[in-house]
């Protein structure tokens, strides 16, 4: 029996994306992210669904994702979301996959591999609105297209930008995602001016679908990028969106059972000392299988019908709970660290990281991984 297993659900994921598909407009089309492995839920069997279940276009990170569901022989169009590296550029074009270019001399270099393979290539600019990461500056984005528009063998499917405040709800927040869409509409009404408007347009995110619909759903946009709302993390709270189900349930097991005296040291570097005779728990899952240190003295698990919470630092494959007040707790008993009981959005909440955070390093490091 594999010592940590991840079960996902696909049919509550077709669920998810009906819902998410209700709350778009007619002809909005839908780019499912599945970078890093799926948010760690695994990029094949999520993107094989998510096509079946009509989504328009899939995102990913890396040449080697992109590959991956290529191999796995899905034909859904795949967005690269981050630039890659000009060693790079010969397996994306011959897997299919769209680069994403923020300056001109990248745009040629793509342009020209395409040439030699006799090829045209179509590539998505991406546009900088207030992020700082990548992506051409929003002010400079009609004279790059200009520019573009004179690279041969060349086609600017879309245009688009990130947000980068999203799912805050604080003032200065909003502000700041109101402001970065504002800058991308004017960037696209000047290219539409110039006649330089490419057919898809984006900056729509999980949280702004949720925050900020009618600025993200509205016309000149016409695609929005949805990650951890379609994996069942709503990172903004709305009624419209309650349906939305966690698709993952995370398990490790109960390795050891022992009873400690008052005064006894549990973990390294003794951060807990027992303050009265406690039992503990040891299971089978630490920071080396994904989870993050920082769930130490603060984290929780379900085990029995109960929360336990974590003691003492989270050793490299192993936690350790307190279980003295749940009858019966015995090695093999099986332990969920997030999933119908305990929202994984809920545990990362307690020790102060995103979702993400959790999500992708544990549902990676998983020993077994089984759909359902």
Do not use: W
Not at 31 to 42: E, T
Not at 221 to 235: C, D, Q, S
Not at 287 to 300: A, E, K
Not at 339 to 358: T, V
């Amino acid at each position: 029996m594999a010592q940590t297993v991840a079960r996902v659900d696909l049919s509550i994921l077709i669920e998810n994306i009906d819902l998410v598909r209700s709350r778009v407009p007619r002809g909005m089309k839908v780019l499912f992210a599945v970078k890093s492995d799926a948010y760690g839920h695994g990029i094949e069997e999520i993107s094989r669904s998510a096509e079946a279940a009509g989504i328009d276009y899939l995102g990913v990170d890396t040449v080697d994702e992109g590959v991956e569901i290529r191999s796995a022989g899905i034909k859904l169009p795949i967005l690269l979301l981050a630039p890659i590296l000009p060693c790079e550029i010969d397996r994306a074009l011959q897997s299919d996959l769209t680069p994403s270019i923020g300056d001109i001399d990248s745009a040629r270099l793509i342009a020209n591999r395409a040439r030699g393979t006799g090829r045209r290539a179509s590539v998505q600019v991406s546009v900088d609105t207030g992020m700082g990461r990548f992506g051409a500056r929003v002010d400079r984005g009609v004279a790059l297209f200009e520019r573009l528009s004179q690279v041969g063998d060349l086609t600017v499917e879309g245009v688009f930008s990130h947000l980068s405040f999203a799912e805050s709800e604080t003032s200065e927040a909003r502000e700041h995602s109101l402001l970065q869409i504002k800058r991308f509409r004017t960037l696209l009404a000047a290219l539409d001016d110039a006649h330089l408007l490419p057919s898809l347009r984006h900056i729509g995110n999980s949280a702004s679908l949720i925050q900020f619909p009618q600025s993200v759903l509205s016309a000149p946009f016409n695609m929005v990028r949805i990650g951890t709302l379609l994996y069942g993390y709503p990172e903004v709270r709305r009624p419209s969106i309650d349906g939305v189900r966690p698709i993952a349930k995370l398990s490790a097991y109960v390795l050891f059972v022992k009873d400690l005296p008052i005064g006894a040291c549990v973990g390294y570097d003794c951060t807990y000392r027992t303050t009265e005779a406690k039992r503990i728990a040891v299971v089978s899952i630490g920071y080396g299988s994904g989870l993050s240190p920082t769930f130490s003295g603060c984290g929780r698990v379900y085990v029995r019908g109960e929360y336990a919470p974590v003691v003492g630092k989270i050793c490299l494959d192993h936690t350790i709970i307190d279980v003295s007040h749940i009858r019966n707790v015995a090695p093999g008993d099986e332990v969920e660290i997030f999933g119908p009981h305990q929202r994984a959005d809920q545990l990362a909440s307690l020790a102060g990281i995103s979702i993400c955070q959790l999500l992708v390093p544990t549902l990676q490091a998983a020993k077994e991984r089984t759909y359902l």
